[in-house]
T-cell receptor, first 116, second 109 residues
């Protein structure tokens, strides 16, 4: 089946640094990719939707200047957490769809971000 | 605004038991419903996808049903095993993808 690769799986950084998370669709072209955040014992919360070649659409309350999303190709989307702070510590997961987000979604394995 | 509720929030059963997880949603205008499994600290694994025109899907020991008119879905797990222990999430796709809070399942040997 389709595979989405997310890297890194875990990152620990100092407050104020920026962290980039990559999400790749390995055997299909992802026209739409989604980024989620999950705090402990809570469900996934959609942060933003990105379509290849266009600007990402952010959910209400998500700062676009803090969470930079780039979807430059049909197989790669990146999420950069800029000037990370401890409250940004969370589990970040990407997912990809090849049919405008209406069909089956494939998820990355997630990135556990810890900001000290 | 679509709301997805999963009951129970947590479930602990002995190995071998058949069990049912419930998912309800408030807006029946959906394209599909998916059930996922999430292991601690890991991403999601898609288990079953039910299109809005379908009533159920089966994969191995898993069976998911969908009653769109009543806004309900169930995930049936037959002959549960300790390896089934995980959090199970349902998600509906309408104008957007909305997840439930999940059911944390523990299957005891």
């Amino acid at each position: 089946g389709a595979v989405v690769s997310q890297h890194p799986s875990r990152v620990i950084c100092k407050s104020g640094t920026s962290v980039k998370i990559e999400c790749r669709s390995l055997d299909f072209q992802a026209t739409t990719m989604f980024w989620y955040r999950q705090f402990p014992k809570q469900s996934l919360m959609l942060m933003a939707t990105s379509n290849e070649g266009s600007k990402a659409t952010y959910e209400q309350g998500v700062e676009k200047d803090k969470f930079l999303i780039n979807h430059a190709s049909l197989t790669l989307s990146t999420l950069t957490v800029t000037s990370a702070h401890p409250e940004d510590s969370s589990f970040y997961i990407c997912s990809a769809s090849d049919l405008q987000g209406q069909e089956k979604l494939f998820f990355g394995s997630g990135t556990q971000l810890s900001v000290l | 605004k679509q709301e997805v509720t999963q009951i129970p929030a947590a479930l602990s059963v002995p190995e071998g038991e058949n069990l049912v997880l419930n998912c309800s949603f408030t807006d029946s205008a959906i394209y599909n419903l998916q059930w996922f499994r999430q292991d601690p600290g890991k991403g999601l694994t898609s288990l079953l996808l039910i299109q809005s025109s379908q009533r159920e899907q089966t994969s191995g020991r898993l069976n998911a049903s969908l009653d769109k008119s009543s806004g309900r879905s169930t995930l049936y797990i037959a002959a549960s095993q300790p390896g089934d222990s995980a959090t199970y999430l349902c998600a509906v796709t309408g104008s957007r993808l909305t997840f439930g809070e999940g059911t944390q399942l523990t299957v005891n040997p």
